[in-house]
């Protein structure tokens, strides 16, 4: 009785895992198309400190192993602007950087990932402008805010900007994000991996850097609105605070599925959904907040309890079954 009872609970815990943890894990489909003009790869250059698809701005140095944006200096700026506008409509771009510094609790400030219209505009964002027009995902070591809606640092954000909201550094952007979460990406002694997805107005932020070859999710969110025609950018800055942030790969696919009766040039960028500024303390298991991990926790323990309570309707069901079987017989032999 009790094995194959058993044996169905495993076989419950499988199908979940096997069904659905393929969602967590960003899978390299062979119809990808590897966009060349927009990545950067080691060697960077044949010779001197330039690099041939990208323009670099401020304090940014070439090295044979890394593009260091600031180093762990104060007062820092720099960025790398790539040269040619990105033509597809739904996309992937993976990219593997290392902020590491001195500093034990003080450091900062971070730094942004760009798909924008505003290229090559130093400013106060990370190293580049504010109220700008497209998307900026902002690795935010330090905390600027200490008010109710703060979160833990560092904290990854993502914002779309019509070129009318201000970027406000006091709450760490918390107004106008459209989701976030906390990543201890920094100082890490191993690498540690973005991948950001755009693809049929869904975008999924997804991080790796425990060291284990795994995508975590970060940011998912549907009814997001990007043109073609921006630039890929990564910016970076240092204020009183400090750090190295270096980048050391930037690869990016071009995505199937685009829809031929989109003009996606003209699109405006736009989100659906903003992240309401309270949820930040009061929600961190959130099934959104906490991406597809805490969810799958949740749907885990779900599906456990049906099964567990499944099974103790059947034993209960057939101790009475087999209890009134026995009545009966008593009753008529
Ligand atoms: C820009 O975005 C804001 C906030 O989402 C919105 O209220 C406004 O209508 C947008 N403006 C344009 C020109 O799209
Ligand atoms: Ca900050």
Same mark, same amino acid.
């Given at each position: 009785?009790?094995?194959? *009872?058993?044996?169905?609970?495993?076989?419950?815990?499988?199908?979940?895992?096997?069904?659905?943890?393929?969602?967590?894990?960003?899978?390299?489909?062979?119809?990808?198309?590897?966009? *060349?003009?927009?990545?950067?790869?080691?060697?960077?250059?044949?010779?001197?400190?330039?690099?041939?698809?990208?323009?670099?701005?401020?304090?940014?140095?070439?090295?044979?192993?890394?593009?260091?944006?600031?180093?762990?200096?104060?007062?820092?700026?720099?960025?790398?602007?790539?040269?040619?506008?990105?033509?597809?409509?739904?996309?992937?771009?993976?990219?593997?950087?290392?902020?590491?510094?001195?500093?034990?609790?003080?450091?900062?400030?971070?730094?942004?990932?760009?798909?924008?219209?505003?290229?090559?505009?130093?400013?106060?964002?990370?190293?580049?402008?504010?109220?700008?027009?497209?998307?900026?995902?902002?690795?935010? #070591?330090?905390?600027?805010?200490?008010?109710?809606?703060?979160?833990?640092?560092?904290?990854?954000?993502?914002?779309?900007?019509?070129?009318?909201?201000?970027?406000?550094?006091?709450?760490?952007?918390?107004?106008?994000?459209?989701?976030?979460?906390?990543?201890?990406?920094?100082?890490?002694?191993?690498?540690?991996?973005?991948?950001?997805?755009?693809?049929?107005? *869904?975008?999924?932020?997804?991080?790796?850097?425990?060291?284990?070859?795994?995508?975590?999710?970060?940011?998912?969110?549907?009814?997001?609105?990007?043109?073609?025609?921006?630039?890929?950018?990564?910016?970076?800055?240092?204020?009183?605070?400090?750090?190295?942030?270096?980048?050391?790969?930037?690869? #990016?696919?071009?995505?199937?599925?685009?829809?031929?009766?989109?003009?996606?040039?003209?699109?405006?960028?736009?989100?659906?959904?903003?992240?309401?500024?309270?949820?930040?303390?009061?929600?961190?298991?959130?099934?959104?907040?906490?991406?597809? #991990?805490?969810?799958?926790?949740?749907?885990?323990?779900?599906?456990?309890?049906?099964?567990?309570?499944?099974?103790?309707?059947?034993?209960?069901?057939?101790?009475?079954?087999?209890? *009134?079987?026995?009545?009966?017989?008593?009753?008529?032999?």
């Amino acid at each position: 009785m009790a094995a194959p *009872r058993m044996i169905l609970l495993f076989g419950t815990i499988h199908m979940v895992f096997v069904h659905f943890y393929p969602f967590v894990v960003c899978q390299d489909n062979p119809a990808d198309y590897f966009k *060349r003009e927009h990545s950067l790869m080691r060697p960077y250059t044949g010779s001197g400190a330039s690099l041939p698809m990208w323009d670099m701005q401020g304090h940014t140095m070439i090295t044979n192993n890394y593009v260091r944006l600031t180093p762990d200096r104060q007062s820092r700026q720099g960025a790398i602007w790539n040269k040619v506008p990105n033509r597809s409509p739904n996309w992937e771009i993976h990219i593997e950087f290392n902020v590491h510094g001195q500093g034990k609790t003080l450091f900062g400030d971070g730094f942004a990932v760009w798909y924008t219209k505003d290229r090559m505009q130093m400013g106060p964002v990370f190293g580049s402008k504010d109220y700008h027009t497209g998307l900026g995902i902002y690795f935010d #070591t330090y905390s600027n805010h200490n008010g109710p809606h703060n979160h833990p640092h560092p904290y990854i954000s993502a914002q779309i900007n019509n070129g009318t909201m201000h970027y406000d550094h006091d709450r760490d952007g918390t107004h106008t994000e459209i989701a976030g979460c906390h990543s201890p990406f920094r100082n890490r002694d191993h690498e540690t991996h973005v991948a950001i997805r755009y693809l049929g107005g *869904r975008l999924a932020i997804m991080t790796d850097i425990d060291g284990k070859a795994e995508w975590k999710t970060c940011i998912d969110v549907d009814g997001i609105k990007l043109p073609t025609g921006y630039y890929f950018g990564i910016s970076a800055t240092t204020g009183q605070l400090a750090d190295n942030h270096d980048i050391i790969s930037v690869k #990016t696919y071009e995505l199937e599925g685009a829809d031929k009766s989109v003009d996606y040039a003209s699109l405006n960028p736009s989100a659906d959904f903003f992240s309401p500024p309270r949820d930040h303390i009061d929600d961190p298991g959130g099934a959104f907040r906490g991406g597809w #991990t805490m969810s799958l926790k949740n749907m885990f323990l779900l599906i456990f309890c049906c099964v567990l309570g499944f099974f103790v309707c059947l034993i209960v069901g057939v101790l009475i079954f087999q209890k *009134r079987q026995e009545y009966n017989r008593k009753r008529f032999y």
